[in-house]
């Protein structure tokens, strides 16, 4: 790996540190920057980025994930219902969508559509409730919308 690659991968890893905690599509800003940079097998470093947030995520939220373990269990089958329509979108795609995956022209399609969804969102009233409320419904209807979070630019 020559410098410049070394560069690349630098400027992506801090792209998808930036954009993971944002409500904006980490994976959409790597289709279009890894392609704008020229960078091969972005699939492969799109796999590698994620892994290393999945790390962070672990390492910050590592007490609450024990808690959910622990005095929260009765939490785990809504977060398999809600994991269930995003294995059932997600498997086929990736199996038979690497190109659709990769486009930048679905990215950029894909972020007006997130953009539109923000500023509707903003004009909704804000509620919050505990997690350890979540319904079965609201677990599944929020698998949905993270199935079509498989799409970049969503």
């Given at each position: 790996?020559?410098?410049?690659?070394?560069g690349q991968m630098i400027l992506l890893a801090v792209v998808q540190g930036i954009a993971e905690f944002l409500p904006i599509s980490s994976s959409g800003h790597i289709v279009v920057l890894g392609t704008w940079l020229?960078?091969?097998e972005?699939?492969?470093?799109?796999?590698?980025?994620?892994?290393?947030?999945?790390?962070?995520?672990l390492f910050v939220y590592w007490t609450k994930l024990w808690?959910?373990?622990g005095q929260?269990?009765?939490?785990?089958?809504r977060l398999i219902v809600a994991t269930v329509p995003a294995v059932v979108i997600g498997l086929p795609?990736?199996?038979y969508g690497d190109q659709l995956l990769a486009s930048p022209l679905l990215a950029g399609f894909m972020f007006l559509v997130t953009g539109g969804m923000?500023?509707?969102i903003s004009t909704r009233k804000v509620g919050e409730?505990?997690?350890?409320?979540?319904t079965y419904r609201q677990a599944l209807l929020i698998g949905i919308s993270q199935a079509f979070a498989v799409l970049p630019g969503i």
């Open positions: 790996m020559d410098l410049y690659q070394v020229g960078v091969e972005l699939d492969d470093v799109n796999v590698i980025l994620h892994l290393g947030t999945l790390g962070a995520i808690q959910l373990v929260d269990r009765q939490t785990i089958p795609l990736e199996k923000l500023i509707y409730r505990p997690y350890q409320l979540l």
